[in-house]
T-cell receptor, first 114, second 119 residues
């Protein structure tokens, strides 16, 4: 089973602070997705990155895919209480016995205090 | 609003009950999924249906029985569950299944989930 290490597991910050969440693996992914899940809801797709070195921006969120397509990061600028939730990265495996399967990271629980 | 609809939102059942979870999508997606999620953990894949055929069963106990009546509907039949089966059950769909029933770049669209409590 290919693993996707996500860190940190928990993040508690004040409104206005910046933060970065990381997803790392020793395996190559053909694409990587970021989801946000609020309590009582299902995960909602934020972005998909496909090309090594790709950077995508979504308002205050910046997503980066590593050059070797083994890692990704999510950076949030000036966090707001509405950003609170569980952030999940998920990679589509590019080879091996898990080819084409989606692997989730362990998740980052973000709490932004007013 | 999510375009994947799950019912019921909450379900409480005893260990001898038989119940079903339902999922519906009208996006024309050809792959549908059941995931199980425990609190503050990532979703765990249970089943994948590709073009209405079961393509992946992640060694799920037989007390969970999936069914795909047509391309828009997905059911999960529950029988003789255990208290440890209590969890949020998520249905998801994607436009196309990838190779071996997995994904290439297809994003998942999740429903809001059914919160199951087994007493």
């Amino acid at each position: 089973t290919q693993l996707l290490e996500q860190s940190p597991q928990f993040l508690s910050i004040q409104e206005g602070e910046n933060l970065t969440v990381y997803c790392n693996s020793s395996s190559v992914f053909s694409s990587l997705q970021w989801y946000r899940q609020e309590p009582g809801e299902g995960p909602v797709l934020l972005v998909t990155v496909v090309t090594g070195g790709e950077v995508k921006k979504l308002k205050r969120l910046t997503f980066q895919f590593g050059d070797a397509r083994k890692d990704s990061s999510l950076h949030i600028t000036a966090a707001q209480p509405g950003d609170t939730g569980l952030y999940l990265c998920a990679g589509v495996n590019a080879g091996g016995t898990s080819y084409g399967k989606l692997t989730f990271g362990q998740g980052t629980i973000l709490t932004v205090h007013p | 609003d999510t375009e994947v609809t799950q019912t019921p939102k909450h379900l409480v059942m005893g260990m001898t009950n038989k119940k079903s979870l339902k999922c519906e999508q009208h996006m024309g997606h050809r792959a549908m999924y059941w995931y199980k999620q425990k609190a503050k953990k990532p979703p765990e894949l249970m089943f994948v249906y590709s073009y209405e055929k079961l393509s992946i069963n992640e060694s799920v106990p037989s007390r969970f029985s999936p069914e795909c009546p047509n391309s828009s509907l997905l059911n999960l039949h529950l029988h003789a569950l255990q208290p440890e089966d209590s969890a949020l059950y998520l249905c998801a769909s994607s436009q196309f299944p990838g190779l071996a029933g997995g994904l290439i770049t297809g994003e998942l669209f999740f429903g809001e989930g059914s919160r199951l409590t087994v007493l």
